[in-house]
Nanobody, 115 residues
């Protein structure tokens, strides 16, 4: 079983920055990829960004150039640096971990961007 603990959400003005963290823990798991998804009210959950075990990354078009995913392999932790935030970035952000055929989710952290 894998547990994901997220931190770093909050309220920020448009144009501001936030950094999210997600630490994975558990017994005997491998990491194929970790990433961040988000879900705004009334909308489906969508992929924001993902980093593979080989460090290849992909981003949603809406966040390219503004968000950066990174990882600390030793600590099984992934980070999401969010710059130039916009009101439309407001959502609950979920950490995701892919391990073999399994996918694990964090509890979610709220990000609110005021205009």
């Amino acid at each position: 079983q894998v547990q994901l603990v997220e931190s770093g959400g909050g309220l920020v003005q448009a144009g501001g920055s936030l950094r999210l963290s997600c630490a994975a823990s558990g017994s005997s798991f491998s990491i194929n990829a970790m990433g961040w998804y988000r879900q705004a009210p009334g909308k489906q959950r969508e992929l924001v960004t993902r980093i593979s075990s080989g460090d290849s990354t992909n981003y949603a078009d809406s966040v390219k150039g503004r968000f950066t995913i990174s990882r600390d392999r030793a600590k099984n932790t992934v980070f999401l640096q969010m710059n130039s935030l916009k009101p439309e970035d407001t959502a609950v952000y979920y950490c995701n971990l892919e391990s073999g055929i399994y996918r694990y989710w964090g509890q979610g952290t709220q990000v609110t961007v005021s205009s």
